[in-house]
């Protein structure tokens, strides 16, 4: 009997271009949002529950601990959304070409970053 | 030149290995990676490749060189090799049936899925079916593909679900036939295309368009079939 073929998949030994890495970056943050989002809905509930216990989480949340971990999950959602924004773009049929969708993976790294400053500032 | 050379004899090896071949280049010439592959074959004869026609136009000697696929023999080793090394494995994500030679089966069934030829109802003229130069036009760009798999075999959507993804070469030659004024069967085309996975799979990551030794954009074609499937639909 034939035995199973290998196949070369050492994704380590694949070059891809900087699209291919925002479109995967784009799905990690999905899941990471997915994930997160159970804490998020858990601290909405908490804020609504009374005003004791909105104060309470506000005060929470002022821990510098809090607000790096405050700021990667908004790094997230930005990043998603911006990459979000840029499928939808592509769906208009723009930047379907070598280098305008090269291009438009930067720009959307780089949206990101500035909305990640942004929103650093004003954090602290 | 040192040629890392990507080894598996189903008869011998349990598992793939990579060979290293140290390659004397004549005359310090830029010669193309088929060359290269050709010179270790001098040096082990049982190293095994597909190749035809030499000149990028049958599409056969389809490799990873460097982590970049493309056809060895219109690619000069100055433009993949680093540091005067170079990496050849076979396609990506197909099985390897032998070194650098891969089974395409699944790939040649994706594109027969598509029924990569002209269907029309109506009576057949005395000569020809005639097309407008313009029409013509909305064909370049699709018919010139030779099927070579370098962009399916680049592309993750295509590693995850070779069965059930069609593949960018698939739907480049699948939006040849829609876009071809001749064709008769648009609609039939695009309800077999309607599932979540014939071309839904696609997430536009450029990969197809990036090797592609024609220089063709499988991603644009993928995008006017998804207008053309949104379009059916409302």
Redesign the interface.
């Known amino acids: 009997m034939q035995k199973k073929r290998p196949e070369h998949l050492d994704l380590t030994k694949i070059k891809m271009p900087i699209q291919a890495y925002a479109s995967i970056a784009h799905r990690v943050s999905g899941l990471f949002l997915a994930v997160i989002s159970v804490a998020v809905v858990y601290a909405l509930q908490l804020s609504l529950h009374s005003e004791k216990s909105f104060n309470c989480l506000k005060q929470y949340l002022q821990q510098p601990v809090m607000k790096i971990i405050l700021l990667i999950v908004l790094s997230g959602l930005f990043y998603h959304f911006v990459a979000g924004i840029k499928h939808l773009i592509m769906d208009l049929g723009f930047a379907e070409e070598k280098t305008s969708s090269k291009l438009a993976a930067i720009i959307s790294i780089i949206v990101t970053i500035v909305l990640i400053i942004a929103t650093g500032l004003w954090l602290w | 030149m040192k040629a890392n050379i ?1 080894r ?1 004899d ?1 008869e011998k090896d349990s ?2 290995y990579m060979q290293e071949f140290d390659i004397e280049i004549p005359d310090n010439k830029d010669i193309m990676v088929l060359d290269l592959l050709h010179l270790a074959k001098e040096q082990d004869s049982s190293l095994s490749f597909r190749r035809s026609c030499r000149e990028g136009v049958c599409g056969s000697d389809g490799m ?1 060189m ?3 696929n493309g056809l060895a023999c219109i690619t000069p080793i100055s433009a993949v090799a680093k540091n005067n090394k170079i ?1 050849i ?9 032998k070194d650098l030679v891969v ?1 395409m089966s699944l790939f040649y069934k994706q594109y027969e899925k598509i029924k990569p030829y002209l269907i029309n109802d109506q009576p057949e003229p005395a000569i020809e079916r005639l097309q407008s130069p313009e029409d013509r036009e909305k064909l370049d760009g699709l018919y010139e593909c030779i099927l070579c798999a370098c962009c399916s075999s ?1 592309c ?1 959507s295509f ?1 995850w679900n070779p069965d059930k993804f069609i593949g960018p070469a698939g739907l480049l030659q699948s939006y040849r036939f829609l876009a071809d004024s001749r064709d008769t069967a648009t609609s039939e085309r695009l309800k077999d295309l309607e599932d979540p996975f014939s071309v839904f799979r696609c ?5 197809c ?2 090797v592609c030794p024609k220089g063709l ?1 499988p ?2 074609a993928i ?2 079939i ?2 053309m499937l949104l379009n059916k639909a409302t």
């Open positions: 990507y598996y189903p598992k793939p990873s460097n982590g970049t990496d494995r076979p396609l990506t994500g197909m099985p390897i049936i089974d680049s993750p590693w997430r536009g990551i450029v990969n368009v990036n954009n991603t644009k995008g006017k998804k207008s």
